[in-house]
């Protein structure tokens, strides 16, 4: 065979393989009228009593959440540091537990045809879908769809919901459960621990590499209503797995609130992949703890990306507990007008010769609002630590905000890192450029847009980044005039 | 008919009246250059014809082929064939020139039409063919780090690929040493040779680019309009005697 031309290399980076979804179908409404079980609206140890009944859980699941729910009444907003726009939440009027009442599906010809319905509107052709290895979809609070493929299932890898991971593994699962985020790490995490249903349960046994990421898609479905998944993936000795979810979120006229937990564990030489392509609703409240701990010579890494929302808090952390850790964060946050993302990176120190590497770039367009907020910590006694700080904010017109809030705390002299922040504008002579090649003003900032987030888009996996750029493409058309 | 009529055009920015009563026809194929000192409206002209926002027209018309332009948004007269050369083009971090041609392409297409990849990437590398461009060229950033000669080569291969009906080319010249404006000039010239050549505005200085780019019309600005017209030996006597001369004959005519 002989080696492909030049045209043909050209070519081929144009077609993607995903070349066949149909990406005008992110954008859709799903009505649901027919839920078998629903806590109603407000949150008591009532409500969490009946969470618990009706996913028949261990007692000591009951009793995690309810001293959980004491957790997060004691603690306070943290508006001290945070946007008080936290006080908007109306805890009482949020619905935390809705479900159509059916047990995951393994097979395709058992989901019913309106979940079905959901998927094709997603824009996923079903001859793609058997391609994706064992996708996860919560239909809101329970996985609706779960198809582990058989190959992912003979390497011994366990990936179900997490109340199925509680009732069949809970050898494993009680082991690392809330180890990696406490309970009372902040409010929200406790929030989580006390109503958290859905989310994946993922162990990948030793020196096991799957070859295809596992996929998820998470929706808030219901107007009210808050989806409060709970994901937990282990990587054992010498494992490697990529993770990703993407979600979209019909439009409601009252807020709702997402706040999930995602603990990672990355054993001895093990490395994780978590990747998120984010487009929630204008009105949602999306605050979710995400951390992982990564061992000897092991990696975890980051990549976020967050659009839409009306607040969202979210700082992808690592700890580097073994010799020689690695942890990274590469995330890109897009504020459109009346939505404040206030993302960032936590990267602890805790072992010596651990590096960790955190590249963020904002866009803030019309009135929306970006910070930055990281902190890196690397404690005095350790040596031959080194970390690599980047952000980056690009403003579209004027009155965009960003701020950046770095904390680095670096001590002893074996150590060694490094922080870069650049503030950009898509200035009105870059927009006339592009208009005089015959590009709209929309195009123009979309491309503007699209080529400052350019060398960290090209890390995701390719049908994200299509995914991404479409969703910019969108966001920037409906910030034009 | 391909051309672009400007008739009685005034502009101005703010409240300071730049261009006062400037005519011209340009059709297709033909080289008109201007010249004229600093500071006589030549950039002004040039940048409120593509529809610059911080320019007004106050009086008068362009008309592309019949129809007047100045209703449109920038990239409405782009689409329509209007095509301008910056003196100081923008760089765009992050989009590959390629990406950022097959965009203005795409533009280009009826709506729902789908760019057929091949056939862009064959019509892009023969133009760089044409033009002497190293193929690595279209992987860099839009003018990202792109030296003087770069950035004007990066227009002509830009005015190459979009065909226009008129190309405005704003000081095509700055800032380029002799090597560098030898290379643009041919590629100006493989495009005049070409089988749809535009109609070309070409603002000068200096009457150094004549050499490499004999124009068909030579024009001289002053004050805002066109004072003196002739062919290319008007642009030598201009290099002879300065522009003294046509600001006296200017003020002798005025007073």
């Given at each position: 065979m002989k080696p492909p031309t030049e045209l043909e290399n050209a070519v081929a980076a144009e077609n993607n393989p995903v070349a066949g979804i149909d990406q005008t179908k992110g954008d859709f409404q799903y009505k649901v009228d027919h839920y078998a079980f629903d806590a109603g609206t407000g949150l008591s140890e009532d409500t969490i009593r009946y969470i618990s009944s009706v996913k028949k859980e261990e007692p000591w699941i009951l009793e995690f959440r309810l001293k959980a729910l004491k957790t997060f009444l004691d603690k306070p907003m943290p508006t001290h540091w945070a946007t008080k726009d936290l006080e908007n939440i109306?805890?009482?009027?949020?619905?935390?537990?809705?479900?159509?009442?059916?047990?995951?599906?393994?097979?395709?010809?058992?989901?019913?045809?309106?979940?079905?319905?959901?998927?094709?509107?997603?824009?996923?052709?079903?001859?793609?879908?058997?391609?994706?290895?064992?996708?996860?979809?919560?239909?809101?609070?329970?996985?609706a769809y779960s198809n582990i493929k058989d190959i992912v299932a003979k390497q011994g890898v366990i990936f179900v919901n997490s109340t199925e991971g509680l009732r069949e593994h809970p050898e494993i699962f009680r082991k690392f459960f809330g180890k990696v985020i406490p309970t009372g790490d902040n409010k929200f995490s406790a929030l989580n621990s006390a109503v958290f249903s859905g989310g994946s349960f993922i162990y990948v046994p030793k020196g096991v590499k799957v070859a295809q990421p596992l996929q998820a898609y998470f929706r808030i479905n219901a107007e009210n209503f808050g989806q409060f998944e709970r994901t937990l993936i282990i990587a054992d000795e010498g494992a490697e797995v990529v993770y990703m979810e993407g979600c979209t979120a019909p439009k409601f006229s009252t807020s709702t609130l997402h706040s999930a937990v995602v603990e990672l564990v990355a054993l001895k030489g093990a490395k994780i992949q978590y990747i998120t392509v984010q487009n929630w609703a204008n009105n949602v409240f999306n605050l979710v703890t995400k951390r992982g701990i990564a061992h000897e010579d092991a990696e975890i890494?980051?990549?976020?990306?967050?659009?839409?929302?009306?607040?969202?808090?979210?700082?992808?952390?690592?700890?580097?507990?073994?010799?020689?850790?690695?942890?990274?964060?590469?995330?890109?946050?897009?504020?459109?007008?009346?939505?404040?993302?206030?993302?960032?990176?936590?990267?602890?120190?805790?072992?010596?010769?651990?590096?960790s590497n955190i590249i963020a770039k904002s866009i803030s367009v019309g009135q929306g609002r970006s910070t930055y907020r990281g902190v890196v910590h690397i404690p005095k006694h350790l040596k031959g630590c080194k970390n690599n700080t980047e952000c980056d904010a690009l403003l579209i017109n004027t009155n965009s905000r960003t701020d950046t809030y770095p904390a680095i705390s670096v001590r002893g002299d074996k150590n060694a890192?490094?922080?870069?922040?650049?503030?950009?504008?898509?200035?009105?002579?870059?927009?006339?450029?592009?208009?005089?090649?015959?590009?709209?003003e929309a195009q123009a900032m979309s491309l503007a847009v699209n080529g400052f987030i350019n060398d960290l888009a090209r890390e995701f996996p390719m049908e994200y980044s299509v995914e991404l750029k479409r969703l910019i493409d969108l966001e920037m058309e409906g910030s034009v005039g | 008919m391909s051309q672009l009529e400007i008739k009685d055009l005034h502009i101005s920015i703010g409240e300071k009246s730049i261009v006062k009563g400037f005519n011209l026809t340009i059709k297709p194929g033909e080289v008109h250059a201007i010249m004229g000192p600093n500071g006589t409206g030549k950039s002004t002209l040039a940048k409120a014809i593509a529809g610059h926002p911080d320019y007004t027209i106050t009086q008068g018309d362009v008309l592309l082929d019949g129809k007047s332009v100045l209703a449109m948004e920038p990239d409405e007269r782009a689409r329509s064939g209007l095509f301008l050369a910056f003196q100081y083009p923008s760089e765009i971090p992050g989009v590959s020139i390629a990406n950022f041609l097959r965009a203005a392409v795409q533009a280009r297409l009826a709506e729902g039409e789908e760019l057929d990849a091949t056939g862009y990437y064959k019509r892009l590398y023969a133009k760089m063919d044409m033009l002497k461009i190293d193929r690595k060229f279209t992987s860099r950033a839009v003018n990202d780090g792109?030296?003087?000669?770069?950035?004007?080569?990066?227009?002509?291969?830009?005015?190459?690929?979009?065909?226009?009906?008129?190309?405005?080319?704003?000081?095509?010249?700055?800032?380029?040493?002799?090597?560098?404006?030898?290379?643009?000039?041919?590629?100006?010239?493989?495009?005049?040779?070409?089988?749809?050549?535009?109609?070309?505005?070409?603002?000068?200085?200096?009457?150094?680019?004549?050499?490499?780019?004999?124009?068909?019309?030579?024009?001289?600005?002053?004050?805002?309009?066109?004072?003196?017209?002739?062919?290319?030996?008007?642009?030598?006597?201009?290099?002879?005697?300065?522009?003294?001369?046509?600001?006296?004959?200017?003020?002798?005519?005025?007073?």
């Open positions: 109306d805890f009482q009027k949020i619905r935390y537990y809705l479900s159509q009442g059916q047990k995951p599906k393994r097979t395709w010809d058992e989901v019913p045809d309106d979940i079905k319905k959901t998927f094709e509107r997603l824009g996923i052709p079903e001859q793609e879908r058997k391609f994706l290895a064992g996708v996860e979809a919560q239909f809101d609070s329970e996985a890494k980051w990549i976020d990306c967050n659009i839409g929302s009306r607040l969202t808090m979210k700082y992808p952390g690592v700890v580097l507990k073994g010799e020689r850790a690695r942890g990274e964060v590469l995330s890109i946050a897009l504020a459109n007008d009346g939505q404040h993302q206030d993302t960032g990176a936590k990267m602890i120190h805790a072992a010596n010769n651990t590096t890192t490094q922080h870069e922040a650049s503030v950009s504008k898509v200035s009105e002579d870059m927009i006339f450029y592009m208009q005089s090649r015959g590009l709209t | 792109f030296s003087g000669g770069e950035k004007k080569r990066c227009e002509i291969l830009q005015l190459a690929m979009l065909e226009p009906k008129v190309a405005l080319m704003d000081e095509t010249d700055s800032g380029l040493d002799i090597d560098a404006l030898r290379i643009v000039a041919e590629g100006i010239n493989a495009i005049r040779a070409g089988a749809k050549p535009p109609g070309i505005l070409l603002i000068t200085h200096y009457q150094r680019l004549l050499d490499y780019i004999v124009p068909d019309f030579v024009h001289v600005m002053y004050a805002g309009r066109i004072v003196k017209s002739g062919d290319k030996t008007l642009a030598l006597e201009l290099e002879a005697k300065g522009y003294d001369w046509v600001k006296q004959e200017f003020a002798a005519a005025t007073a």
